[in-house]
């Protein structure tokens, strides 16, 4: 015996090749599993509870695996729906499973799994000294966790497999660990664990393990022994070393993958091609530990405007540096002056774009910029503040001269006004764990139905 | 001196989660893996990147000819004094990192 999960793509939003999926589809496996979400774009996600990528991308993929679920008569499972996973946006994907039932024609049993955490349920647990901190931390406090927009547990697979032992069709998970929706079925059928982990681990980023890695879809097969990998894109393999280097992928030790109630090890793993496409792998190990569950937090860290201009004029692009400097310690005092705001209340930073702007202090290359773009970021405590402070530093940004005796320059803005809204601006507040008395102690289930009869 | 990017197959960096970032040299041989593991101290590293090298993780991979390096974030993914979302530019740094003879 053996469990065949098929993986479109590794996220669902960013597309996949629909005839891979034909063939992934034909190959019968026995389950579909897709992520949803990641931390990848930022702390904007978690914190408003919204999804990073467009409605219309993520209905239009999901019409295309839920026919691929109808066609091939197994489960089809989302986790971390809508990005981030909260109970927000699990209800959103939800909302887009029901409108695309009654459109294709299915009537489908859904459950959904939210991963959503009251701050009151984390706090009881840090009192109860059943929260650790990981490595590094940020400090934490009752009041913090009440103050934080959005707490998520990453759910593991013994979560995903009590969705689906309710006989639901399509599972839509709220955050869980981007291995734990590939590796629940295995595991729950007895394949050997630590394939079934290091497995999930090779297929969470879909074609990320083969040569090809925009391809999209792979089938995993795993078995009591190991586990197989193998590509549906034309002209895409895996080979052992696409495979085993996948492990090096977003994780700090290339070995070790912690997952909630254990970890796997992979260093005595070993990769073998079975053919040119596919790769075998076993000596893969599963170490039980103490459940526990990662945490995800995002706490609001105030309201942003930004403004743009661009210098061109080689005397100012010479001495730009200095120009902030002093364009920067004039404005505070204006901001004092007229606002009656002091520095503490804000702050402003100038991000010279052509000069330092994506490494900062870590920069060891200087150049000679034909222009260099000037990225001012004031955050304030509310959006009002911020864009007043937009408005009080934008004819300066504009004009403000490097000497006294000289004609005021003016640079160049792109667009009217220069200063942009963007609204509240969110910080991850949390990398701590929570143990668990059993899997579903802090996570809730709830099963429908949609669609025609 | 030779830069380290130009010996090498491929210098990448990336987020591993929201608080640290990790940095894969793929060297693309045993023997450019040999030389280049003994050259690239992890504490010249650590300076290129301001890191304490106390906190810096460094696995010789020979079964990848692989050399990685993975280090808590100094500013968190993000956070408002963050200038790269993705952590995905660092890895020029090293690139650019002279190494060699």
């Known amino acids: 015996m053996s469990t065949r999960v098929l993986v479109p793509t590794g996220a669902l939003g960013i597309t996949f090749d629909r005839g891979a999926l034909a063939r992934g589809v034909a190959a019968r496996p026995d389950i579909i599993a897709v992520d949803g979400g990641s931390t990848d774009s930022g702390p904007f996600s978690l914190g408003s509870g919204t999804s990073k990528y467009s409605r219309a991308a993520t209905k239009s993929e999901w019409r295309d695996l839920m026919r691929a679920r109808g066609e091939a008569g197994v489960p089809l499972v989302i986790g971390s729906s809508g990005t981030c996973g909260t109970d927000a946006t699990v209800d959103w994907m939800f909302e887009i499973t029901r409108e695309l039932a009654a459109e294709l024609g299915q009537r489908l049993k859904v459950a959904r799994l939210y991963s959503s955490q009251p701050a009151a349920r984390v706090a009881k647990a840090l009192a109860d000294g059943r929260i650790t901190p990981l490595s590094p931390a940020p400090e934490i406090s009752p009041e913090a966790l009440g103050a934080m927009s959005n707490i998520v547990a990453l759910a593991g697979a013994e979560q995903v497999q009590a969705a689906l032992a309710t006989g639901a069709e399509i599972v839509i998970a709220g955050r869980t660990t981007d291995t734990a929706i590939i590796s629940a079925l295995p595991l729950a059928r007895g394949e050997h664990p630590g394939a079934a982990w290091h497995g999930a681990k090779v297929g969470e980023c879909g074609a990320l393990c083969t040569t090809n890695p925009t391809g999209g879809v792979i089938l995993l097969e795993f078995d009591r022994q190991g586990f197989t990998v193998e590509p549906l894109v034309e002209n895409t393999c895996c080979t052992p070393h696409s495979v085993s280097a996948h492990m090096l992928y977003e994780n700090s030790d290339p070995f070790i993958l912690y997952e909630p109630g254990g970890h796997l090890d992979v260093t005595c793993a070993r990769y073998q091609a079975l053919d040119a496409r596919r790769v075998r792998v076993t000596g893969s190990k599963w170490v039980p530990d103490r459940y526990t569950v990662k945490l995800e937090g995002a706490i609001l860290a105030g309201y942003q405007t930004s403004i743009l201009a661009v210098l061109r004029d080689p005397h100012y692009v010479a001495h730009v540096q200095k120009w902030a400097d002093e364009l920067h310690a004039y404005l505070a005092y204006q901001i004092v002056q007229r606002m009656g705001l002091h520095a503490e209340l804000y702050s402003l930073e100038f991000r010279l774009i052509g000069i330092n702007a994506a490494l900062g202090a870590m920069e060891n290359r200087r150049g000679e910029p034909v222009e260099v773009g000037i990225l001012g970021l004031i955050t304030a405590q509310t959006a009002e503040t911020a864009e007043e402070i937009g408005k009080l530093i934008n004819p300066y940004v504009l004009h403000y001269p490097l000497t006294k005796d000289e004609e005021l320059p003016t640079f160049a803005f792109p667009y009217s006004p220069a200063q942009s809204e963007r609204g509240p601006v969110y910080e991850f507040a949390l990398n701590h764990v929570m143990e668990l008395d059993h899997p579903m102690q802090a996570f809730r289930l709830d099963l429908s139905e949609v669609g025609h009869a | ?101």
Do not use: Y
């Not at chain 2, 001196?1 to 197959?9: H, I, K, S």
């Not at chain 2, 960096?13 to 041989?29: E, L, Q, R, Y």
């Not at chain 2, 304490?52 to 808590?72: C, E, H, T």
């Not at chain 2, 993914?77 to 690139?95: I, N, S």
């Open chain 2, 1 to 101: 001196m030779p830069r380290l990017g130009d010996r090498v197959l491929k210098v990448r960096s990336k987020n591993a989660g929201p608080f640290w970032i990790t940095v894969d040299v793929f060297c693309g041989s045993t023997e450019v893996f040999e030389q280049v593991r003994h050259e690239l101290r992890t504490e010249a590293v650590a300076v290129l990147f301001q890191q304490p090298s106390q906190l810096m993780k460094r696995f010789d991979i020979g079964d990848l000819n692989v050399i990685k390096f993975s280090f808590p974030r100094p500013v968190v993914q993000g956070a408002r004094t963050d200038r790269d979302m993705h952590g995905a530019q660092w890895a020029v740094l090293l690139a650019e990192f002279p190494v060699g003879h």
